[in-house]
């Protein structure tokens, strides 16, 4: 039998739609297995899809459940931001002063920062990249080796990005990536971007998401965590991500204490009912 649910979509990362990464936003999704959250997420065709459901923990102010058009993910940068935006502004109120967001991730507190939100990254194991994996990488984007000038696998746990940095966002933004190369692996490339819109360029490859993903809050907290630690970036920056894709992504970083917060603005593009 059909049901009737809530239904957004919110553009992340920016404050002009239609610049940042889509996220449909599936309210009260109580009643919806996970065969079907994942049926309706292949049909969005978006990079994420979210479903909002009752917490199941105290500490809780909702539960989401993130899905690729492939697989159900159990943490996300963008779906986290744009899930915390719809289910304000339908009307939820947080327990306490930051909102706790329940996930396959375990438990994440976001804030309001002014216009913005920001999650605190989550615990993340990073290590040095093989040299065996960084050859396979250099030939996937299409460059030498020697123009890699660092890389670390970024996150023990899916996604499981792994960080490229190079000389400057014009290397970031030449890059022609060979995605049937590429296979599993998922990649995120960042360059400083002296002159441009933002502190970094980065850019995000992975066939998960359907080759490039405009903006990509995940990513961005392992290249927080991973710059910040090597003394390559201050412990608050601005990335810019989406350029390649005629986007205006921009991710707001700040290390305070034991935290990583990745911020950004969204903007409501539709509301309405679904029909499932």
């Not at 292949?42 to 899905?67: C, G, H, M, Q």
């Not at 438990?107 to 960084?134: N, W």
């Not at 499981?160 to 990649?187: S, Y």
Request: charged share 20%; proline share 7%.
């Amino acid at each position: 039998m059909s049901r009737v649910f809530g239904f957004s979509q919110v553009d992340v990362f920016t404050a002009r739609a239609g610049y940042g990464n889509p996220l449909a936003v599936v309210h009260d999704a109580v009643g919806l297995d996970g065969a079907g959250m994942q049926h309706f997420a292949n049909w969005t065709n978006l990079s994420e899809t979210s479903f909002l459901l009752p917490p199941e923990v105290p500490e809780a102010d909702y539960k989401v459940r993130i899905f690729t058009p492939h697989s159900e993910l159990p943490f996300a940068g963008h779906p986290t931001l744009g899930s915390c935006y719809a289910w304000l502004a339908v009307g939820g109120v947080p327990k306490g002063e930051l909102i706790v967001q329940q996930c396959g991730a375990g438990l994440v507190r976001i804030k309001r920062d002014g216009t913005r939100l920001a999650f605190a990254a989550p615990d993340a194991v990073q290590s040095e990249v093989t040299p065996e994996a960084l050859a396979r990488i250099a030939a996937v984007l299409g460059v030498p080796e020697a123009e890699i000038l660092a890389a670390r696998q970024l996150s023990d746990r899916s996604p499981r990005w792994v960080g490229v940095l190079l000389k400057d966002r014009e290397a970031v933004l030449a890059l022609k990536p060979d995605f049937a190369a590429m296979g599993t692996l998922e990649i995120g490339v960042v360059a400083p971007a002296p002159g441009g819109p933002a502190d970094f360029e980065v850019r995000a490859f992975a066939n998960d998401v359907g080759g490039e993903d405009p903006v990509t809050g995940s990513l961005n907290a392992g290249l927080a965590r991973w710059l910040i630690q090597a003394g390559l970036a201050p412990a608050r920056y601005m990335a810019a991500q989406g350029a390649a894709l005629g986007r205006e992504g921009r991710v707001f970083v700040e290390h305070d204490g034991q935290d990583f917060w990745i911020g950004g603005q969204s903007v409501a593009v539709i509301s309405g009912a679904l029909t499932l």
